[in-house]
Structures are given as structure tokens and as C-alpha cells.
């Protein structure tokens, strides 16, 4: 981890130039030799503003949904009408061209309302009573920790943005082993025990009541070699949840760190359980540490989790030493950053940790916490990473889905409180998904 700690100023112009062209060949060897593609033709985004949980003067409010869809229209990315074509007006874009045929695609709202057995894959019983119990009684926004409030209307604004997202993970998905939102209601409903752990995701699957497991194991497996032999270039497109509070500080029984569910810890749960993915790594580039997912699965050797953060900021956690316990030993990596490292720290962590901890894990599924308040203009911390270091860390992110599995990417927003650099650095991210050259 020595070099994680190396300032820029330390380091030699040369050995930065030379590290820059020996990491550009290395992408293009592996692009060629493995012949991934580097770049998603599209992505899908949804959109939850959470107007009804709200309080003055938060730093987590609706604003800064709406900073970035008007950033996100301003960038001209989007598809006209929801559909692609030649006259979108998709346009250049600094660090190479994107093409007529690739944009960001605004899905609508469904209107999805997540059951209780989604919100059990990661929560407690109790914990979810509470909530309801609190939104039910109090009249105006509360706050019930240092920073987290609840409002009146916020159990139906985390529903909807959860709701957004799941919606978008089977867009992203995509196959027949989706059976939807059924599967989970119905494997509580038949008291089975969810969340699926590593040993226990094939047993909560809940096949239709006339098949056993092993036929729907058998019928997978039949669908997805003739999948492989018919598509062998199929490319999931790209996702990402613009939702909000952020909740990757939630804990199974106890909210967070603004959040009142952790929304990528279900996801993760119900990417295994509903879509069968077993090995899900996610990726957490919010300034403060994950600390709530790191707890969910820490014990968990099918989830590996990935935190960069800043060293000694709230929530006081995330050390080097954490590392997973159990059958999890190994699959939990936390990288504490100073203050102040910028791009040539996270350089090094795609580089030496995110990389080759990838290719060891083979993950089926990447999912990001992207929180942008490791953003040089945020005021909650100062990790100086600049609008363009979101851009090549979601191009080399784009590169490690496509390598290790045929692109499933979502990313779902964590924090980001600077409002024109939030804005812009989630373009700049969905710009680095899109360009092929990037970086
Ligand atoms: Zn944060």
C-alpha cells in the first residue's frame, strides 16, 4: 500500500509519463488479446428525485437530483424522445467522439413499489416496522441521528428510488433467469430465508412449484450456452440510478449517514437472488467509507467489497485491517486515503488493488457507489479529485465489466453535496461509460 501514499510532487514527471503510456498499452493489449469491448453503446439511467423527504438547509436534498438532470440535459447525452437515433443529439465530447449509436437513455418510471421481502434482503424485521412506524407519526422533517432526518413523505421517497433501481438492474440484466419481483415475495411468503448467502442462493431460489431446483439449474444452464453460441458479442448496456439519500452507511437494523436504506446492498442481494448472479463485487468511491455495506458482507466470500475513502473522516471506519472475517476472509478491501490525493492515489488503486482483485474474483455483476464527494470543490471533505477523474474511472470500470462480465455495470448514487461539481462529475462519469477512448 506504500505507493497509495506517494504525493504527486514526489514523484518524477518522467516516471508519471511512463507509467501513463506503459498503463495505455497495457488496456489495449487486454482489449485486443481478450477482445472486450471498451466502451458501452448505451446506458440507462432512471431518475427518483425523493421530493418528499426533504428538510431545510440539508446538504442532502432534492437539489441535487434536479443539478444533475438539467447537467445531463445541458450535455446533450440524452436520446431524443427515449429512442436512439442517427439525429440524436448526441454530440463530440472532449477525449474522443461519441457516435450517433451510443447515448444515455432516461428510463421511465415504472412506478415500481418494492415489497417487503426486497427490503428484507438486506434489513431487519424490525428495523423496516420502525421506519414505517416513524413515518407514520411524525408531522415534519426529524432528524433521528446527528444527520439523518425523516420527513413525512420519506418511506415512499426511498421506495420509489429503490423501486428505480431494481427496475433498472433487470434492464441492465436482462435474461430469463429474471422472474422478477415475484421470486422474492414469494420466497418469504414461503418462509424462506433470505438474504441468499453465498451457500444458500441456489436453496432460496424459489423455482415454479411443479420444477425443482435442479431442473431450473439444468434449464439455465441450457439457455445460457445457447446464449454464449447465438450472441457471443452481446453487450449489456450500462445503468445508473440517480436516486437519492445515499445509503451505503445503512445497517441492517439502524439508518445512517443521511440514508434510511442501504439501496446497493439490496441490489447486490437481489442481482443473486433474482438474477442469479452469484459473485457480485462492489466498487465504493464516496469519500466516507461504505460502512454499512462493508457490515452486510463482511462475512460473505460472494460479495467483495472495495472502499476508497478518506482517511480519518466519518464514519471513523474502513481500516486497511478490515478485511472480511469467516468465509468473507479476503473479499472485504478497504483503501483509507489522505487527504488530498487526487488522481494519482486512485490511479494506483485501479492500477494495483482494483484490477487484479477483479481478476481474482471473477465477478458476475460490478456495482458502484458513486459518490462524488470525494470531489476537490465538496465541502464535506477533500480528496481533490477533479470532474475528469470520474470520467476515467468509469471508462476503466467499463473496461473491468466488460472483461469479466459482459458488462454488467450499474452505478447508484451516494454523495456529491457541491452541486455544479456533482453535476458535472455524473456526466463526466457517464461520458467516461461511453467514450472509447477516455482516459
Ligand atoms: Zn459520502
Redesign the pocket.
Known sequence: MEILHTSASTVPRWHLMTCAYERMQRRQTIAKADKVPNKFNKVYCVIQYGRNHNKLSHPECVERIQTIERALTDSRLLCDGGQCSSSSRNVEAPGGDISSATAVQLLSPSGRVPSAAELGLVHSTAYISKMFEISNTIQEPTLIDDSTYISPGSIQSVLEGLGAALDLADKIMGSPTCTGNQDVATSVTMGKNLPCSQSSVENTFVPHPRESNSTTTAMLSSYNNWHAGHYPNYEHPAGFAIIRP?GHHVLPNRPMGFGLINTISILARYCQCVHKRQRILIFDF???HGNGTMEIFYEDADVMYISTHQEGLWPYTGKVSNVGQGKGLGTTINIPLPGGSGDMAMRAVFDQVLGPAAEAFQPEVILVSA?Y?SHKLDPLACMNLKTSSFGWMSHELSLLAHKHCEGRLIFIL??GYHLPSLADSVVASLKGLLHDSKC
Open positions: 445515499p464516496d469519500v466516507h459518490g464527494d451516494e454523495g
